[in-house]
Each structure stands twice: as C-alpha cells, then as structure tokens.
C-alpha cells in the first residue's frame, strides 16, 4: 500500500487511490466541480489543482536524501489535478500553498465570469457546490465587465422532468457520465466547442432515461433543475424527513422535502446497502398522489344509497357492530384483503385483528394475481444471507436472474447489477422469456418459451448431476431426500429439457457449470417467473433445489431473493396476511380462502357476508361482487370503496410513521413529513379502533371461538406506530429487535431540521460530495443462515407442460411498465407524457403470419376477455408469445401465461 | 438673609421665561404630520421597474434575512404570456407580518434588485391580528400607468437574462 | 542542394509511383520488411536522433519503444491535422510528394508490428487527401500494402480519415477521440496514448514530416542521417515562411544551418514593400512573438529546436510569420486570441473561460475602450491560464498575449492614450 504525505500528513491508502480520496482520510478537502467519486475522472474543471512531488532517485534507483535527511522530493513543475492523479508511494502532495491558493481563485473566477449569476433565482441556490466553493475558494469581486457576459440559452426543456440552462451550466459532463456510466442510458452529450460547448439530448423523446432525476442531484450548479420542483421554493425554506420510497420493492431511501404542508420535492437519502444515492424518476417525482385533491378526508357511510360523510365514531361503531353481527353467525364470513403496499404495522394488526379478534383466516394481500405459498416459504428458508449487496457482487459471485425485468419493475436494481456486473465483474445469468435490458450486462443470457420456465430449471439442476458438479458434502450432511428428487429427476435429461424450454442443451450446461463452480451464487427470480400460472409451485421448488444441490446458502452473496412488484409484498407475507401463512412466516393449521376464492366469479354468489378491503381495489379488476357488508380504507374513492357501506379515509405514507420491508428484507423506517389530509387516520390506528369496539363486546361471546381468553381491550392501546412495531420486535421472531430506534440507526439528514434558517450558515449538498457509504433498516435472517445445522429437504414438483397451441395459438407474457396507469401515476402530470398507450409486443415473426403490421390495431382474446390496443411487432419478445404491460388503460389484472389469439380489427 | 438665592430663582425663571418665547414641539396629530427622516423605516413597499413589471422575483432572501420570521414568499415560475417581473420567477404570493416584523430593514439589505423598501407610512394600527398580516396586493405600489399593470403579456419573448442584476427598467419591451 | 523531403522540388512528378520508385522509392521498406526485424528499425530510428516535427520535438524512435510489450492490435496514426496558422509543410508532402510519406508510415507501423494505419487528416485538407487515397492504392497495386506485402507476411492497411476541422484534432488524443467519432476533446494523460491509444489499443501517433522522415534513415543509414544537422537536431526540416515576405514558402534546410535572417531576408528575399521587419512569430499562432528590434541576435541564431529558447520563444513546428512595421502587435494578439476562442474545445475551465476573457478584453484594448489596467489584467488572465489546462491549447493562447504585452507594450499604452489603433487610423 502506498504511503502518500498529505499536506505533512501522513497517510496510507491502497494502491489506485486517486490523491482526492486519499485527502479525505486525513481530513484535507480539495475542493472538485467535475469529480465525483462515483464517476470515472476526467479532470475537466481543473479545481482540484494540487502540488505534487514524487521522491528523486538517483542513477541508482536509490531515494536521495535532503539535508535533513528527509528523502528529497522532485516537484512537478505544472500544478496537478488530484482527481486524476493517483498516489504512488512516497508522493508528496501539497494543498495549502499559495501557487494552489492562486490556481483556485483562478478557476473559480474563470467560472464565473460566464456564470450568470443569478443564485436569488436559482433553486440550486442554497446547496450548490459553485456557491460552496466560491465561498471558501474564490476572489471576493469580479474584474469580468458584466455587459462582456456570454449568454446562451436559458429554460431549455431537456424532456419533460428536467429542465436545463445553459448559462449556469459549467460543463462539467457529472450528467453526461452519469447517463453513460451509472444508467447506462446514453441521452445526453456534448455539442459544439469552446465556451459555446453545452448539453443536448440525444434521445427522442428528450432524456429517455428512468434515472433522469439524478443529474439534478449531481449537477454542481443549477443548470439542470427539476420541472416538478422548480422555483416553487427555497432549499433551505423546505424540511427534509426521512423515508422510504412507496412504489416499488426496492425500498430506495429517500429524503421527502416538506413546505407549506406538501412534498415539495424528493431526493434520494444514501443507502450504501439499497440505493447508493440513486432513485429513479417515479421515486422522485410522483409523490402528488398525497395532497391530490380527489383524496377522501373524512369517513363515508352509506345512507339511502349514497355515501355521506360520518364521523369517525360513527363509521367505526358500524364496522364493529356489523362485524360482530356477522362474526356472531360465522366468523369464517368474514375476509380481509390487505394490499401489499401497506406498511407493517397495517398488516400486523390487519392479520391480529383477523386472526385474534374476529377469527377468520380469510385473508389475503394478493388480489389481482395468484400465486402459491411456495416461493414466499423459499424466501423464509433460503433467503439472500445477510450482508449481500446487489450492487457489490463481484466476479466470485454468479447470479441468475431468472424470470425479471428490473429495468421496469425495480428500476434501482437494475442500476445495481449493472454495476455489480461492469464495475465489479459479477457473472450474470440473465434467463426470462424474451430478452429484457439486464440481458446486455450478462454474461450469458438464455431466452426460454414461457411455461417452461421449470423445465429450464430442472435442465440446469439435471445439468449439474450428470457432470458430478453438485456440492455433495451439502447434500450429504443437510440435504434429506436427494435419492428420492434424483429418481423422479430420472426422465428429465437435459435434451428432454433443452427441447421444451427451447434453449439449447450447450448453453444450458455452460449455465450449470458456472452456477455450480463459482464461490458465491446467487438467485434473483422476479414476478414472471413467480407467477408463472401452471408451473409456479415447480418453480419455487426447482430454484430451491438448484441451492440445495450446490449448497449456496446461509452465506452473504447466496441464496434466493425474490423480486416482488410492491414495496411491502415481503411485510405482507412477513405478517401473515395469507389465508395459510402466519405472522413470522409461520403455517396456520386451518387455510383460509384466498382472494379469489373470496371474491368468486361474477356468476357465483359472493362467498363472503363482510369484505374489510384495505389499500387496494379488487373491484378495478372486474367481475366484483359486492357482499352484504363492504369497509373500505383508502386514500381514494376507488372503484370498490364506490361500492362500499364504509369508506374510511387512511393516511398516505408521507403523514405518518411506518416501515416497510423491502424485496431483500430489510425493514426499512420512513417519518410522517405531512400534516394529515383532513380527518385521515394510519391504518393501524384504524384497525387498532375497530379492535377495540370488537374485544369490548366480545365477553359475551360463546368460549370454543378462536379469540384468545385474554384478548382486552387495553391490547389494542397503541399510541404510536412505534408502539405496534414494538410488539413486533418483541413477539415476531424474525423482527426481533427491529424497533423504531434500532432502524433509524445510521439514517442522516443533510442539514439540522430547525427549519428557516440563514442559508449562509450551513453549505449543504445533496449527499453528494461526500460519500460515507452508510447503510440503514435491518433485513432478517433467513433459516439458512441461523440455523448452521438445519436440515433441508429436496421436495419434487412434477413440471407442467407449457400449454399446445390451440385455438389460441400465443402464450401471454405480462410485462409492467415503470409508469402505469395507475391510481398513484395519474395524479402527478408531468410524468403522463412516458405512460405508455396500451400495446402488445409481437414477434416479427408471428406478426407476418398473421399480417399483422407495427402500430396496427388488434383484437386480443383470452379466457373470457377481448382487448383491442395497438401492436408493436419487435425482437425482444420470443415466438409464440405476446407481450402486454399490465395495468394500463385496459388491461388491468392480466393472467400471466394464459393462451391467446390475436387478430387485426 | 432674606433672598440668599436669588440668583438661582433668576437663573432658573429665566429658562421658563426662554421657553415660553420659543415656539412649541408639539404637533397637532394627526392633523398635523411630522415628515419623517429620508432614511425612516416605516411599512414595507414593493417596489415597480419604470415598464411597471414588479422588482421583486420571489427570491426569499428577505424572508431569510429576516430575524422575526415575518416575511412569507411563495415563488412560482412565470411565462411571457402573464409576466409580472424580469426573469423567470416571480412571487406568487408575499406577505409581510407587521406584529412579529421589527423594522430592522434587514429585509431591504437582503434583497438583490431593491425590490422592497422600508417606505414612510407609520400608521400601524389594526382591529384585528390577521388584518397585521399585509398580502402582495397591499405591499405592492401602483404602477406608472394602468396599462403598465402585472401580470400581462410581454412582447419580448422573455428576454430572461435580466433578473440578476437588474437591468433598468427590467425587461425591455 | 539536394531536398530530401521535398523532393518535388527535384523530381516534379515524384507523386506518380513508377517516378518514385525510379528514384530508390520503396527500397527502404523493402529493405525493412525483408532484411531487418522490427527492433533494427526501431534502433536505427532512434540512433538516427529523428525527433518529432509536429512541435514538440520528441525523439520519434523513443516514442515508439514506448509500446507495452505483446500487446495488440497496435495503431499507427499519422498525425495530418495541420492546423497551426502558418504550417502548410505536410500539405505539400502530402500533394506533391506522397509515396515518401507512405513509405515512411510502412516502415514505422513495420517497426511498431501495426496492421491498420490511420492518417488523419483535416477536413480542409481534401486535395492531399485524395493524393493520399490515390497514392495507397498506387502502393497497393504494387504489393507495398496488403496481404503478405512483398512476400513476406507482413500484412499492412493504411486508411485516410478526413477530420471536421477542429484545429484541437491536431492534439493527439483529441485526434483519438475524433477518430472514434467522439467529439474532439483531449483525453487525461497519463494514460498516454501508447499504452491506451485509438479504441484502447496501443497506438503511435507521428506528424508527416517525421514520417516522411524515416525512408531516409533506413535506406541510407542512420549514422548518414545523424551527421545532418545539429548533435541534437538531427535531419532535414521544412520551415515554413509567410507574412510580409517577398517569397513566402516551404524552405527545405538541415537542422542548424539557416538563421532566421537567412529564411527572411535570403530565402524569403526580405520584407515584402520594402518595409522593416517588426516582429516574428516563429511557431504559428502559439509562438512567443520575436521582437527583433529589442535583440538583433536572435536573427542570427542557426535554427533548430533550442536555439531560440535563449530569446524567450521556440522554434515549434517552425511556422514562420513575419510581420512587417505597418502591423499592430494588439491586433496580431487580438486575432490568435480569437483563433484560440474559436478553437478552444471546452472541456477545461481555464481555456474554455479564459480565451473568452482574452479575447474580450483584447478586443476592448484594439477598440480603444480599454485602460492601462486592462492591459495588467489581460497578462494576468493569460498567467492564469498558463499551466493549468487539461492540454497544451491553454499554454498555447497565452504565449502572443504575454509575449507581446512583455515584448510590445508601449503598442498597448498607445491603444489607450490614443482611443484606438494607430495602424488603422
């Protein structure tokens, strides 16, 4: 390791090391425009001139000595830049001279003389690096004449979320960089030259990048600002919460930044462990769903038809009493749907009040898809260990990314394990059924016919056996019933495989021999995959059976992550909000119904007397039936709160306190940063009220019910959100200890939250110029790390075959897009440019067979449903597939692998 | 001794005798004003450019140079087509608090193109605390003309260089 | 004397092959290709002392040495950006005496075992481009490029790339940018270009007289070629002479042997009017302007890379401008500092800013608007840019300001006190 003197500070730092990193850790800051530590150097802005010496060796190769007996130092005769320059041992780099004083005035003054100036307008004003650094570094008057100004083009919309002006704009390419490196998304660039060199975009339409928000956050001026955001106030006039983000399973960490009673904007809080300091553009800009104007703010009840506001006694005391009415008769009447984007608290206390009080396990948080128990269950048993990074795997890790797209589904992800890949050289193992944009960064990536996604599995483990490569110690020791799996694995050669999941047996065992040979490995499986419809129980089973066979579990960087659509779909299965799983993950003896057993069919009489639908709307799905008793909590009056007996009004993520748990099992805390809208409550708060009124009635009720002898009122007193997670971590074993202090460990906020203060007194920055690599939330462990001497059991699931062509001839891949239709999406504006039209994704060549041609207008068919949206006929999607992002304007709750027929209208 | 200080009793008579001569301080307020000192610090005003386009562009440093916290701005951006000041950015909504504002001019110090000023009015009275609470409409002086009024259309498709630093007379028209 | 490199002064249709080769052309490839292993060509290379005539004067064998060892594709790239003010010595290589040039490229990529050679040249530059074309294909025809060239399995390419225009494509990484369809903006060195060169690969980036160079040393010997010039300057030169001169032109001399009273007032046959000689700009645009008057010795100094560094300027790519007493020294300055802020690239601050500043504040000064302290200020802005820019650009706009602010400046005080230039009164 090099050794580097550092204004006479010594320091050692390992080899590479740029002299700016190694300032850092003996506390020297060398002011930087263009660096970013994590942007590749380019050495553009020239602020960080240093003085550098290397020791003077003579004919000898020997370091010369001074007088003193120092080693003499050869200085270099030009001023260095330290964001380029890396240490090499014995360098001395100077800091603190007045050659380095000068050439920072120098800079800074140059950079202004074409700045405009205009900080009182600017909404980087407050937290800008240029502010910053002219400040601390810069010469405190002008010798440029004002009139000799350049001037170029100001407000030039650059898409439709970022705004640029090109005259504050410093060309120091972080955007571009960004763009190139991190998103990999190359839209902007450079045109022309000299002081006229400025942005573009190179992508129509304008900056087509998901991650398009970020450059806000990296830009050291305010050339790139945000449409949303933009003047409507000042940094330091807006408060910053901490959260985390509601849309997807990601969990980015987030800073909400409140004025006046709404989210001004939203910038990314660093996570080391799940967003760096990223988020994408849904993240960041739809957040106007919490202060839209359609949002219910006080208890509907309904009364000769119509729904009317109530108080809240009122709306409760009716829940109560027609529960308990109808709990009196069959309790089993009763269900309970709870959407996955709940918090955990909801769900904990949705399950308890089912469970304990009304003694139902008619519950279910998976309405509008279906899928088993299983892969959940292979979560909880071989679940990603503790410590893995999606973002840091490096070339000792393989990673299969089996059935996901993360570009759209969890756009962080993908940000990711593009770095894991590029930068740290992970072997990705991309394999879905059409080729989605992780494919690029894959070592291999395998497209496979869908419905035979088990068949691909079974042809890797089948793969792995025939050449002996499976971790036999493992199976020895932990592994029951691997004779038995071997047997029934008998007629599955990898030919027979390779055959039905179309993909060749070569590459399917080049697949194999990496799984089986790396040190490290790692399962993604996403929601294609997952709800892959005849095969998802042999799925769920085959991809526990590839752990088990090559013993990649219980360590950091092995095992399963499973990658669900919502942000909390890990919390909903954690607390138990399944007709067959309990709190903790845990089996509940007597299985409940499911959603859609519970929901029926339009024809059948609806199976439930009383429905309590929490964050989510069965009803948008069709074919809904309303129960003699429907309670409704939302923000919105949706489709099925239309049809409610009780709406109650409950509070967006950003009015209260709660904690979600993301797709890699990290619970995660996020702050209330708003007043609430009108009377809304959190749901635990109203879950915990309808408890109450329940258990206060409940002495008279006949002992041989399910509710627990104990069960007093004074249990469901919970002051706080922190309180119900306080029962968590102290009865949920997997939660153990999560307690609202022990996650809001290592969460920062940028600048103290006294509100209005001078902006001159704190120079801040968006977690960007230093980067602390900190980490927060806690994920929970999975049996096969906490448990060194658990036994697993290899379980056979006899593989369907993928549906024959019939009348029907395609297979229905249902894909998402970032931006849907959406309740959350339709109310912020200025993302309903990138939500796409409705559209189905042909292969080329089906599309001749069919004559059908791109853009031209079809007719869909499947199970009982006709759609008509326009085809795009492309490569990405395999043969004898179609492919329809889900909940769009139309195409709501698509079942996935369904057979269909397409024709022209 | 009979008069041992009669000096004093002079020397002191001679002062009441000086002033009755002098003419009184007194005013008959309010029927009579006293003009205030040039540099008094009275009740805000915002001020106009010559063309009538407001100075002021909502850029909060008043409301963040201010000790009492009595000064609220809500920015917004602003298009040719109702423009109300130079520049992109505007103040959609200004209010000045007088019971908390100290009248410390800092606010004026702060401002980057003049745009508010501490003027003569001292009349501060209310009936009532949201009354105290003075809104754009009242802070804002008339304009030179009342065609020369904001937000209106600008011919100059926004000519947005000259917010900082004024240009005078703001944008050219 | 004989011309070694401009030979068509000698031989005027020598850019037709059949003439070349007469004249001993492609006998020195040949020679390379068949008889010596690429290291001899690379020793005789350096044993000859060749240095660089794009301006640095870098010894050419050195350079290619420089390459890391076993690792390929390697490039060659034969620098044809000519774009300093004042050059035009590769354009009439290129135009008249093509074949030498290529064969000079052969040998070199030979040395260096490159299989695809680039020359980029400037997008101003069409007709030398089509000679080049014409001359390749001429050369291809006859098996110098190909597939096993003259029997042997070297196998060489040699591709003409047309530039935009940029004069910052002269630098070589800019070039390498360029060339990959980038924009043309220097890259960060280290790493330099021999290691990580054109599309990553090691890569040799010379001017086309040094190539030009490299037939002579093979074919008749490095030590025959050693002896021409100076101990350090080795070889033959082109100097390039324009301005106020009777016979502008390329002027074909050892290293050494000519001062710049002999390229002014013998080959250039004086100043042209019968004017006075008042300043000299020995390098193009980014030279430090000679006043004669202030140092008559400097015009007798024998020319070669160092021998003008004593008077403050250098000999660079030896582009000589003269100018005459009727010249304004503000305007000289004004208009290289304009030609540098067109030029500028932008990436770094210092010469994207600081060319701007230059020339504004020039511009005032020429106008007569300017004031005795702008004159202060204009050499200050030039030492702030002065080494701290990302590539030689910056350093290059400074050297006419300093030099004639330094060299001139009772010229800048007469624009203030008089309210404008003199000359255009």
């Known amino acids: ?905 | 001794m009979a008069f041992p200080d009669l000096g004093a009793i002079l020397k002191g008579m001679s002062v009441t005798l000086r002033e009755m001569l002098t003419p009184p301080v007194t005013i008959e307020y309010p029927k009579v004003k006293k003009p205030v000192a040039a540099r008094f610090r009275g009740r805000h005003e915002l001020k106009r450019h010559d063309n009538g386009l407001e100075k002021c562009i909502g850029c909060s440093l008043c409301a963040a140079a201010c000790p009492t916290d009595a000064i609220y701005v809500e920015p917004a951006e602003q298009t040719d087509a109702a423009r109300y000041s130079p520049g992109e950015r505007y103040a959609k909504r200004y209010e000045i608090n007088l019971l908390r504002c100290i009248y410390c001019g800092f606010c004026e110090e702060a401002c980057p193109t003049g745009a508010i000023v501490l003027e003569h009015q001292y009349e501060l009275s209310y009936y009532d605390r949201r009354s105290a609470i003075i809104t754009k409409e009242g802070l804002l002086v008339q304009p030179p003309a009342p065609e020369l009024n904001t937000p209106r259309a600008l011919r100059d498709p926004g000519n947005l260089y000259s917010a900082i630093p004024p240009i005078k007379g703001g944008v050219e028209e | ?425």
């Not at chain 1, 904990?348 to 009040?353: H, W």
């Not at chain 3, 030492?383 to 300001?401: E, M, Y």
């Open chain 3, 1 to 425: 004397m004989e011309h070694l490199i401009l030979r068509d002064l000698d031989i005027s249709d020598i850019d037709r092959i059949e003439v070349y080769e007469k004249h001993g052309g492609y006998s020195a490839f040949r020679k390379a290709v068949k008889e010596m292993a690429p290291d001899q060509v690379t020793d005789a290379v350096k044993v000859s002392g060749l240095r660089g005539r794009g301006g640095a004067g870098f010894p050419a064998g050195v350079k290619w040495s420089f390459l890391p060892k076993g690792v390929f594709p390697r490039y060659l790239v034969a620098n044809a950006d000519e774009s300093e003010p004042g050059t035009f010595k590769d354009r009439q290589i290129m135009e008249r005496n093509p074949h030498q040039f290529i064969e000079g490229m052969a040998i070199a990529s030979y040395a260096i075992q490159c299989h695809h050679a680039f020359i980029y040249i400037r997008g101003e530059f069409p007709h030398a481009a089509q000679c080049l074309e014409r001359a390749i294909a001429q050369a291809e025809a006859r098996g110098y490029l190909g597939e096993k060239i003259l029997g042997t399995d070297y196998a060489l390419r040699i591709t003409v790339h047309r530039g935009a225009g940029a004069y910052i494509c002269g630098e070589e990484t800019a070039l390498l940018e360029s060339m990959e369809g980038k924009l043309g903006q220097p890259r960060v060195k280290p790493p330099f270009p021999a290691v990580v060169g054109l599309y990553n690969k090691p890569t040799v980036i010379n001017n086309v007289e040094t190539l030009a160079n490299v037939p002579l040393i093979i074919e008749r010997g490095a030590d025959w070629y050693a002896k021409i010039g100076t101990a350090k300057s080795t070889g033959p030169k082109i100097f390039c002479l324009s301005g106020h001169v009777n016979r502008p032109g390329n002027y074909e001399a050892p290293f050494g042997s000519i001062s710049l009273r002999d390229l002014i007032f013998d080959l250039g046959g004086g100043i042209r009017g019968g004017k006075k000689l008042k300043a000299i700009l020995p390098a193009g645009a980014s030279s430090f302007v000679i006043n004669p008057a202030a140092n008559e010795a400097v015009l007798d100094a024998k020319l070669d890379f160092e021998s003008l560094t004593p008077f403050g300027s250098a000999l660079g790519s030896a582009s000589v401008i003269v100018m005459d007493d009727a010249t304004c020294m503000v305007w000289m300055a004004k208009k290289t500092s304009h030609f540098f802020e067109h030029e500028s690239c932008g990436k770094c601050t210092p010469c994207r800013e600081g060319t701007y500043w230059m020339a504004r504040l020039l511009d005032r000064i020429d106008s007569g608007a300017g004031t005795l302290a702008d004159i202060d200020l204009l050499a200050n802005v030039a030492n702030q840019i002065l080494g701290k820019t990302l590539c030689p650009l910056g350093d290059f706009s400074t050297a006419p300001v300093t030099s004639s602010v330094k060299a001139f400046r009772e010229e800048y005080e007469r624009h203030v006190k008089e309210r404008g230039c003199w000359a255009r009164k």
């Open chain 1, 1 to 905: 390791m090099p050794q580097v003197t550092i204004d006479n500070k010594k320091v050692e730092v390992p080899n590479g090391t740029l002299i700016v990193e190694a300032a850092k850790k003996v506390g020297v800051e060398i002011p930087v425009f263009c660096y970013h530590p994590k942007l590749q150097p380019v050495g553009m802005c020239r602020m960080c001139l240093v003085e550098v010496g290397t020791p003077k060796r003579g004919k000898d190769g020997q370091i010369e000595l001074d007088a003193n007996g120092a080693p003499a130092i050869a200085w270099m005769p030009k001023l260095q830049t330290a964001c380029t320059t890396v240490v090499s041992d014995g360098m001395t780099v100077r800091t603190d001279t007045a050659q380095v004083a000068d050439a920072r005035r120098a800079i800074v003054e140059f950079l202004l003389t074409s700045h405009p100036l205009d900080c009182p307008i600017c909404d980087k004003g407050g937290e800008c690096p240029l502010q910053n650094l002219t400040m601390a570094y810069g010469p405190g008057q002008s010798r440029f004449p004002v009139e000799s100004k350049f001037h170029n083009a100001k407000r030039v919309p650059l898409g439709d979320l970022i705004m640029l002006d090109r005259e504050r704009c410093i060309q120091c390419s972080r955007c571009v960089r960004f763009q190139d490196e991190i998103a990999d998304d190359h839209v902007l660039g450079f045109a022309a030259r000299g002081r006229g060199l400025e942005i573009v975009t190179l992508s129509d339409p304008p900056f087509d990048s998901k991650f398009s928000g970020n450059t806000i956050d990296i830009c050291p001026v305010g050339a790139l600002t945000s449409r949303d955001f933009r003047l409507s106030a000042r940094v330091w006039e807006v408060r910053d919460y901490p959260s985390v983000c509601a849309h997807c399973s990601v969990g980015c960490n987030i800073l909400i930044g409140e004025r006046d009673h709404a989210i001004k904007r939203i910038v990314p809080r660093e996570n080391a462990s799940v967003n760096e300091i990223w988020t994408c553009d849904k993240g960041r800009f739809v957040h106007h769903f919490t202060v839209a104007p359609d949002r219910l703010t006080t208890p509907l009840v309904r009364k000769n038809g119509n729904l009317e506001p109530a108080t809240w006694n009122e709306a409760l005391d009716l829940v109560a009493s027609r529960f308990k009415e109808i709990k009196w008769h069959d309790p089993n009447a009763i269900g309970g749907l709870a959407g996955d984007r709940a918090s955990n608290e909801d769900l904990y206390l949705f399950q308890k009040l089912f469970r304990q009080v009304i003694g139902s396990n008619n519950l279910d948080h998976r309405v509008g898809w279906s899928v088993t128990n299983t892969g959940a269950d292979s979560v909880r048993v071989y679940g990603a260990g503790v410590g893995t990074n999606l973002g840091a795997l490096d070339q000792n890790v393989t990673a299969l990314v089996f059935g996901a797209d993360p570009e759209e589904e969890q756009p962080v992800i993908r940000l990711r394990l593009k770095r894991s890949a590029r930068t740290f050289g992970a072997n990705l193992i991309v394999a879905n059924g059409r080729v989605t944009k992780l494919a690029k960064y894959a070592k291999q990536s395998l497209v496979y016919q869908y419905g035979a996604e088990a068949y691909f599995l079974l042809g890797l483990i089948r793969a792995i056996l025939d050449e002996r490569l499976e971790n036999r110690d493992f199976i020895a020791t932990r592994v029951q019933n691997f004779d038995a799996f071997a047997t029934s694995l008998e007629p599955y050669t990898v030919e027979r495989c390779a055959e039905i999941c179309h993909v060749k047996p070569e590459k399917i065992r080049d697949a194999a021999r990496q799984i089986a040979q790396s040190p490290n490995f790692l399962i993604l499986y996403g929601r294609e995959a997952m709800f892959a419809q005849q095969n998802d129980v042999a799925v769920a089973r085959a991809l526990a059976a590839l752990l088990l066979i090559t013993g990649h579990l219980g360590r950091a960087n092995n095992g399963l992550v499973a990658l669900y659509p919502h942000n909390n779909s890990t919390g909903a299965i954690d607390f138990g909000v399944l007709p067959d799983g309990g709190v903790g993950r845990t089996r509940v003896e007597r299985r409940g119904l499911s959603a859609r057993e519970m929901l029926g069919r339009s024809n059948e009489r609806p199976s439930m007397r009383a429905l309590y639908v929490m964050a989510c709307d069965p009803a948008a799905d069709g074919n809904f039936v309303k129960p003699e008793f429907l309670v409704v909590q939302d923000l919105f009056l949706t489709e099925t709160a239309r049809l409610a007996d009780v709406v109650l009004p409950a509070q967006s993520f950003a009015e209260r306190d709660g904690t979600f748990t993301n797709t890699e099992r990290r619970a995660q805390l996020f702050r209330a940063a708003l007043k609430p809208i009108g009377e809304a409550k959190p749901d635990w708060w109203i879950i915990a009220e309808i408890a109450k009124r329940l258990v206060s009635g409940l002495q008279f009720q006949v002992s041989g019910s399910q509710v627990s002898g104990n069960l007093k009122p004074e249990t469901w007193n919970y002051a706080t959100a922190s309180a119900v997670m306080d029962e968590i971590a102290a009865t949920v074993s997997l939660y153990k200890g999560m307690t609202y202090a022990a996650l809001a460990e290592n969460v920062k906020l940028p600048r103290p939250r006294s509100g209005q203060g001078n902006p001159s007194e704190q120079p801040t920055e968006i977690a960007m110029g230093e980067l602390e690599n900190i980490s927060s939330g806690k994920v929970w462990a999975s049996v096969a790390e906490s448990d060194a001497r658990a036994k697993f059991e290899l379980v056979w699931s006899e593989p369907s075959r993928p549906l024959t062509a019939d009348s029907r001839p395609l297979t229905l891949a249902v894909a998402r897009s970032l931006y849907d239709g959406g309740t959350l999406v339709s109310k912020t504006q200025i993302v309903q440019a990138r939500v796409p039209a409705p559209f189905v994704e042909i292969n080329s060549q089906d599309a001749e067979q069919l004559g059908i041609a791109d853009g031209a207008r079809v007719r869909v068919s499947f199970d009982m449903r006709v759609i008509e949206l326009d085809a795009r006929v492309d490569g990405h999607v395999p043969p004898d597939a179609v492919l329809i992002p889900n909940n769009l304007d139309g195409t709501a709750a698509l079942p996935m692998g369904a057979r269909v027929k397409i024709e022209k209208v």
